[in-house]
């Protein structure tokens, strides 16, 4: 490498010193200098992407115990646990039922706008259903995913996931047994359904 560099005329030899004094140096800067900064932005890529996950995750359980919150509250509602194991005869006593529960149910929707519905399945045979705050615990009820989970949920809440259907959006409902007091014997299931867009704008807002 010497013996070709003294042949070099003056120029060549000034040119040659300048490129290793000056050009190199300043492309060795610029690569150390994005190697360190792609370095950087990549870490700061995945700190944001973890802060935004854990974000979303305390969105989530904050609004999964809202809902739990209010469903405990419904849980130990004795005079609805009353109303919903009474016996009912030929006349218009459960009227004061339907009254009780309808208010109950349309104050959970205003203060919980999330909610697509919040009714309760009943198995009490002298209670008429009306099918909106109450429904009847039909064959096909006691087919379907919901109950058989709330089978093995021991009292506790389930959540569960619904795909979209010709007839209903993607929905996530949360359910539970009414069973206060009477853990063998439940009078009722509470049911809270969600359309799934309202848990995926938490993840928008991040």
Do not use: C, W
């Not at 973890?50 to 509250?73: G, R």
């Not at 009078?187 to 359309?195: A, E, K, N, P, T």
Request: charged share 20%; hydrophobic share 35%; no cysteine.
């Amino acid at each position: 490498i010497y013996m070709p560099f003294i042949d070099l005329s003056f120029r060549s030899k000034l040119f040659s010193v300048f490129v290793l004094v000056t050009i190199v140096p300043m492309m060795l800067f610029a690569y150390l200098s994005y190697e360190l900064t792609k370095s950087k932005l990549t870490d700061q890529i995945y700190s944001n992407m973890m802060n935004s996950t854990a974000q979303i995750n305390k969105n989530l359980e904050n609004k999964l115990d809202s809902y739990e919150h209010i469903s405990a509250s419904i849980y130990l509602d004795n005079r609805l646990a009353s109303y919903l194991t009474s016996e009912y005869q030929d006349d218009p006593s459960y009227l004061d039922v339907y009254q009780y529960i309808g208010n109950r149910m349309d104050t959970i929707m205003t203060a919980y706008p999330d909610f697509d519905s919040v009714f309760i399945y009943s198995d009490n045979e002298s209670l008429p259903k009306d099918d909106y705050y109450i429904k009847p615990v039909t064959a096909e009820v006691k087919e379907t995913e919901l109950f058989k989970q709330l089978q093995q949920s021991h009292g506790n809440i389930i959540h569960l996931s619904s795909p979209q259907t010709q007839d209903s959006p993607a929905m996530f409902t949360l359910a539970r047994f009414l069973n206060n007091n009477r853990n063998q014997y439940p009078y009722g299931i509470l049911v809270f359904r969600i359309s799934e867009s309202v848990i995926y704008s938490l993840m928008e807002e991040e």
